[in-house]
């Protein structure tokens, strides 16, 4: 039986997604600023979606 505890996470915070896009916490905080990565504020915690990040990092792919 799945459960959403089994499901892997939507929302991620900024030490996951840091992690995921394998920089530091500052220049996450940076791309953010910058409008570079999409997040989302609910309350004052900082959430990235992990289609999101996904859909930035196809995005900085390079084609030759």
Known sequence: ???ICDEPRLLLNESEAAHL???CGRTLARMRNQGKLKFLKIGNAVR???ADIEEFIESQ???T
């Open 61 to 63: 792919a390079k084609t």
């Open 1 to 3: 039986m799945n459960t």
């Open 48 to 50: 990235y979606s992990r």
């Open 21 to 23: 896009l394998n920089v």
